[in-house]
């Protein structure tokens, strides 16, 4: 899972700590996509070089899921869990842009829910180390 040089998991922690310091700057939340370089930088207080770098980065990277996902016809999380994507060579363009779509989605959203789902169990087996009669839910 590399693109340009950059693996995800490393792309990942500078877009979070980036975005996190969008949010600290300003109140009302937005996306890092679909905006422009210049909004990013918020009131002079964001590094604009950096900003253009993210950017830059990002869309990168998902040109290189995009590609590697017609390529491969499948995506990976971050722990490795792939994703078929046989919309990807389908015919009908919508069915095939849903498909573009579920490749791009899939490297954060899944990686995501993957993290969160190993922590859920490295919770559990450390209540059963400690004999805990705790129990977690989803």
Known sequence: NTAHGVTLAIFMDSFFRY???????????FALLGKKVFALDINGKTNRQ????TVDCFVKFMDEVKVGAYRDGFVKT????????????NKNFMIRSSGERMALNTPIQGSASDILKKAMIDIDKEFKNRNLKKKLFL
């Open 19 to 29: 975005t996190c310091t969008l949010n600290e700057q300003r109140e009302d939340r």
């Open 78 to 89: 971050l722990m490795g869990r792939k994703r078929v994507i046989e919309e990807l060579q």
């Open 50 to 53: 950096l900003a253009e770098e």
